[in-house]
């Protein structure tokens, strides 16, 4: 067993992607496990506080995704609690969370991220959505890419071709949530960098190409086994896969991000990769982009979570 | 099979603070736990050389017995023999499918239809053509249309898959003038009857219904389970065959699983020997119309303009209609967001209808629970109205749904999007 004290794997969750993070939870808790770390899984629920208070603080791993997992909310519970924890603090979860604030971060220091408006259903409402989206299509142009301004898995997310597909999708997009991005559709090669602090600063890991079998990366291709094919290292010149890189570990930086992120991107047909959104609990399941570009890298998750943990617990100590 | 982002949002709904409206799962808090107990610990002190060993692949003889006299109680005289006790009925009804179909063999159930039922019949590429119910149950005219227009594109119709009584998802029975006209059509047209019954004898208002297999004998394949009627946890079910359907039936049960479970079947059989079981289904009974009180109540006093929905005199389920536009699909996150949960009317549909209905459970929260839970949907339904005004998306309306929807309570018989019916 390892001397970490008790670890607590954070999985579930009420988000729209409970499934996803119980996904994830399993894998990480089996990978710690099978490197000697004694490991708890738990819920975010009524009785995850009490558990933390009773039995010491120890270390916890979230693996939530969505609101409350990502948006800080659970981690500041963690602070409160003097809980040490692997990942981002509860500030910097909230401006990475939502996409419209992560994206005005890293423009301003110069990273390109497709141009976008977000704009709550009562815009809508209150102006008359046609005319609101006649002024987003005028200046953004089709195709677009319509997706809630927070939340994962491209749930209530889709690409828009025609104008007359877009009150659907911004139905489809406020079910998942309040405010919606709609953001200018660049077409090229989705990649993915995850990035990882053990220590030593934050480290890119080898760049994953994704090729959904059907041409979307929705939540089917994200989630079932072979509907997606993954490249590593993506097939895209040393050029666009060093600017891409460069990218995930700057988002990292400037957002202030600890730990672990994952950075997904887009390159179009100039090289040029485009900052999509950023992930402060990357998904971590069997068909996940972080484990797939760990394992390419010849890094075991259980001993790169283990080093994460490490990391955590000596800011306690320190 | 496929990650779906519909099966995952299931996930939450299986939290406490989520209003489930979704499963259907057996209120089991009623059962008496102890006695349970102790027919169980009995059955091992007692018995254990035989229900912990192998057993007979069409079923313990002794329980075949006592499912006759259960079946008894809806019209049915049947001999044991031509009893098998299979893993619940859903296996029954995956060995009956095995038996007749061939990939791309047509079975005519439905509209809508149960869930489990049409995951097996795609599991046997089975081409699944659905016939619109009214609030009478099944239409007898439809049925007939359905069946000429099957066998007009060159095809034999394998079997009707129906859910006479209490109808999961739709709520409905099928009327007692209706059943022989049923029977005489599948019966003239050479289709095999697959009767599915597991609420029969979980009605509010009267005697069982006398089911289909009671009058008729030689074409109808009749399934029941216990998992209703006592506890869904033995997996203990049946199909009563005719003789030349049983002994295939047996052989491929023998095929899949060798015997059912002799643990489950024992214990069973020792209940309803032991136990007062038919006062057991009573309590159920009130149970599931206290229930099923509560949530009509509070869908008349919450839902808004528009909604429509099945008023069931037994069973589980509700079958709602929402306002017109609205898709209960897209719909789903916000109630999961919401905290209460349903299942869309498109997983009751081998086509992709349903879009504008959804099921409703009331068998397991309890009556404070299922208000409450009516009142999130109610107001996530508000909200998404609000939602589709403002962005003009109206969803498509459907033509030929089937049993779309019901009118509300108390009104004609309608078969939602597709006219008036014929009764």
């Known amino acids: 067993m390892s001397d970490l004290g008790r670890v607590v794997v954070l999985a579930g969750g009420l988000s729209h992607e409970r499934e996803v993070s119980l996904r994830s939870g399993r894998q990480v808790a089996d990978a710690l496990r099978a490197v000697g770390v004694d490991v708890d899984l738990m819920d975010a629920d009524a009785a995850l506080v009490p558990s933390l208070v009773a039995e010491g603080p120890g270390i916890v791993f979230p693996t939530l995704h969505g609101a409350t997992g990502e948006d800080g909310a ?151 086994a072979g509907a997606t094919v993954f490249h590593v290292p993506a097939r895209i010149p040393p050029g666009p896969m060093g600017a891409a890189t460069d990218i995930a570990i700057r988002a990292h930086q400037t957002l202030g991000l600890r730990d672990i992120s994952r950075t997904d991107l887009i390159v179009d047909s100039a090289g040029i990769p485009w900052f999509l959104e950023v992930n402060v609990a990357p998904g971590m399941t069997e068909t996940s982009l972080l484990p797939v570009a760990a394992a390419a890298a010849g890094m075991d998750l259980g001993i790169l979570c283990r080093d994460l943990l490490q990391v955590a617990a000596s800011r306690i100590l320190g | 099979m496929a990650t779906s982002e519909i099966r995952a949002l299931f996930s939450v709904a299986a939290r406490p603070e989520v209003v489930s409206l979704a499963g259907g799962m057996p209120h089991l808090a009623a059962l008496p736990m102890d006695a349970v107990a102790e027919v169980v610990g009995e059955l091992v002190r007692q018995d254990g050389m035989t229900a912990l060993q192998y057993g007979s692949g069409q079923g313990h003889p002794a329980l075949r017995e006592q499912i006759c006299e259960v079946m008894s109680l809806e019209g049915i005289t049947a001999h044991a023999d031509e009893v098998v006790v299979t893993v619940g009925s859903q296996q029954a009804l995956d060995l009956v499918t095995r038996i007749f179909i061939d990939p791309g063999d047509v079975i005519i159930a439905e509209a809508p239809s149960y869930v489990g039922a049409l995951g097996t019949f795609s599991a046997y590429q089975a081409d699944v053509v659905q016939v619109p119910m009214d609030n009478n149950g099944l239409i007898p005219d ?282």
Not at chain 1, 148 to 156: C, E, M, N
Not at chain 2, 187 to 212: K, S
């Open chain 2, 142 to 423: 439809r049925l007939r249309a359905a069946i000429e227009s099957v066998r007009a594109s060159g095809r034999t119709a394998k079997f009707l898959y129906t859910v006479p009584n209490f109808h999961n998802p739709a709520g409905v029975s099928l009327v007692e003038q209706r059943r022989d006209r049923i029977l005489q059509i599948c019966h003239e047209a050479g289709l095999l009857v697959l009767e599915d019954n597991p609420y029969g004898l979980l009605g509010f208002d009267a005697d069982p219904v006398p089911a289909l297999r009671s009058r008729d004998a030689r074409n109808v394949v009749y399934l029941g389970s216990f998992s209703k009627t006592f506890a869904p946890g033995f997996r203990v079910g049946w199909a009563l065959a005719p003789f030349d359907v049983r002994e295939k039936l047996v052989l491929a049960s023998e095929a899949a699983v060798l015997c059912p479970p002799s643990f489950s079947q024992l214990a069973v059989s020792r209940y309803l020997a032991t136990q007062p079981w038919q006062q057991q289904i009573k309590v159920y009974r009130e149970l599931y119309r206290e229930r099923r009180d509560a949530l009509l109540e509070a869908l008349t006093e919450y839902m808004p303009t528009g909604t429509s929905w099945t008023t069931p005199a037994g069973g589980f389920y509700v079958w709602l209609t929402l306002p017109p536009g609205l898709d209960a699909k897209a719909m789903l996150p916000r109630a999961i967001t919401a905290r209460v949960a349903y299942v869309p009317g498109t997983a009751f549909y081998a086509n992709g209808y349903g879009a504008s209905c959804l099921r409703l459970s009331y068998c397991y929260p309890p009556p404070d629970q299922l208000r409450e839970g009516v009142r999130r949907l109610a107001e996530v339904i508000t909200a998404e109205l609000e939602l589709r005004r403002t962005f003009g998306a109206v969803a498509p309306t459907e033509s030929e749904a089937g049993l779309g929807a019901l009118p509300a309570p108390a009104r004609a018989a309608r078969i939602i999007g597709s006219g008036d019916s014929d009764e």
């Open chain 1, 74 to 224: 659970i981690r500041q519970v963690l602070e409160l609690l003097g809980v040490a924890y692997v990942g981002a603090r509860p500030a910097a979860c909230r401006i990475a969370f939502d996409k419209p604030c992560a994206k005005a971060a890293v423009a301003e220091v110069g990273i390109p991220t497709p141009p976008s408006v977000s704009l709550p259903h009562t815009t809508f409402r209150d102006l008359g959505a046609g005319q609101v989206l006649d002024a987003i299509v005028g200046r953004l142009r089709l195709p677009l890419f319509v997706k809630p301004a927070r939340g994962g898995s491209a749930l209530g997310a889709s690409i828009i071709h025609n104008a007359s597909e877009l009150p659907e999708a911004m139905v489809a997009c406020y079910a998942y949530g309040d405010t919606a991005l709609i953001e200018q559709y660049i077409d090229g090669v989705e990649i993915a960098v995850s990035v990882v602090d053990t220590g030593a600063g934050p480290a890119a890991l080898p760049v994953v190409e994704i090729v959904p079998d059907l041409g979307v990366y929705d939540y089917r291709a994200r989630y079932s």
